[in-house]
T-cell receptor, first 115, second 111 residues
């Protein structure tokens, strides 16, 4: 079974530019999550999709971040305009069953550097 | 106050040593407790999964949860150089839609 795929693996952009991160979950997984790790801090929850619906977006830092999951398959996370503090590693995870979090599979992450 | 506290280390041990990693937490609603292993430039990989209090053993790894003390541990016996990685604790409540992570402990096992 293919894992969770994220791309790009690394992105360097200038402050003020727009960046779009993509996540392809494991086929058949209805639940898709975005997390972020800022340097020196813990991995933090951003949002949770169930199919194409946003179940919980309480972790989204501000309205410069927009997540979509059209058709309930892959998801994109767009940052516009990017700020220096947006630098970090963005992880995507997917699961079939959200109860208790068992079966979460993480992708390798997208390392975003804003200069 | 952070939801989950974890000593970041780094921790360096000789091959064959017993390693003890720990996390404390503040939210009594947490019911599911996980340990993840993360190699450099990779995503977290689930190592151990425990529901509520108690012990769970899987090969050289043992996870312990003490809900009364809000304290979880991971023990690695006969540590190997391949165990060198960052270990993250994570936990969630019954809804399970949001994990709370520790900052991770960097472990190096020296041959």
């Amino acid at each position: 079974e293919a894992g969770v795929t994220q791309f790009p693996s690394h992105s360097v952009i200038e402050k003020g530019q727009t960046v779009t991160l993509r996540c392809d979950p494991i086929s058949g997984h209805d639940n898709l999550y975005w997390y972020r790790r800022v340097m020196g801090k813990e991995i933090k929850f951003l949002l949770h999709f169930v199919k194409e619906s946003k179940q919980d977006e309480s972790g989204m830092p501000n309205n410069r971040f927009l997540a979509e999951r059209t058709g309930g398959t892959y998801s994109t996370l767009k940052v516009q305009p990017a700020e220096l503090e947006d630098s970090g590693v963005y992880f995507c995870a997917s699961s079939q069953d959200r109860t208790g979090g068992y079966g979460y599979t993480f992708g390798s992450g997208t390392r975003l550097t804003v200069v | 106050q952070k939801e989950v506290e974890q000593d970041p280390g780094p921790l360096s041990v000789p091959e064959g040593a017993i390693v003890s990693l720990n996390c404390t937490y503040s939210n009594s609603a947490f019911q599911y407790f996980m340990w993840y292993r993360q190699y450099s430039r990779k995503g977290p990989e689930l190592l151990m999964y425990t529901y509520s209090s108690g012990n769970k053993e899987d090969g050289r790894f043992t996870a312990q949860v003490d809900k009364s003390s809000k304290y979880i541990s991971l023990f690695i016996r006969d540590s190997q150089p391949s165990d060198s990685a960052t270990y993250l604790c994570a936990m969630t409540s019954n809804t399970g839609n949001q994990f709370y992570f520790g900052t991770g402990t960097s472990l190096t096992v020296i041959p």
